[in-house]
């Protein structure tokens, strides 16, 4: 178990969640653009909460059962989003890549910068053996972002993403430990 996560690339700190960042991730998560690509949302208070205290026990578990974290600009201590590592319900030693940034946030290469960063923690301190993430087939920036990170397509997850009440197939991008 490794407990408590801090990262810190160039720009960004990533930590674990505090009781003190309920209202960012609230806007974080409220925001529909935000959470467009996103299994969930837009949030209520309540179920940001609930998204907080899911982090919290998974990070409290033993074994850990998630890395729900969240991510600070450096230089400002402003929350500027969430990301993290889920681990799979099929394979304790594959997690499930997720990163969400505030809209203000996107395309500044952030995503580039913090990805590589999770995915050493992923093969180091946590010890996973696959790190993949799900893409909604529509999220293209993601999908290129993925690639450039060296994530490789390995096929598709059915059922994964609810549009106007159909589900969808997400997009599964993976990378093995070395």
Not at 29 to 40: A, G, K, M, N, P
Request: hydrophobic share 40%; net charge negative.
């Amino acid at each position: 178990m490794t407990f408590p996560v801090g990262i810190r690339t160039l720009r960004l700190l990533v930590r674990e969640f505090s009781v003190n960042d309920a209202e960012n991730v609230f806007e974080l998560t409220s925001d529909s653009d935000v959470v467009r690509y996103l299994e969930f949302g837009p949030t209520s208070r309540a179920e940001a909460q609930g998204l907080m205290d899911f982090a919290v026990g998974s990070s409290l578990s033993v074994p850990r059962t998630g890395y729900g974290l969240v991510i600070v600009k450096y230089d400002t201590g402003s929350l500027i989003g969430s990301c993290g590592l889920q681990v799979s319900d099929d394979d304790s030693h594959t997690a499930e890549l997720y990163v969400v940034f505030r809209r203000d946030r996107w395309g500044q290469g952030l995503v580039s910068e913090l990805v590589p960063a999770l995915i050493s923690l992923a093969y180091g301190a946590a010890g996973f053996d696959c790190v993949y993430g799900v893409v909604h087939p529509d999220n293209n920036a993601s999908i290129r972002m993925l690639e450039r990170v060296r994530m490789v397509s390995d096929g598709t997850i059915p059922d994964v993403f609810e549009n106007d009440g159909r589900w969808r197939v997400g997009q599964r991008y993976a990378i093995l430990g070395s």
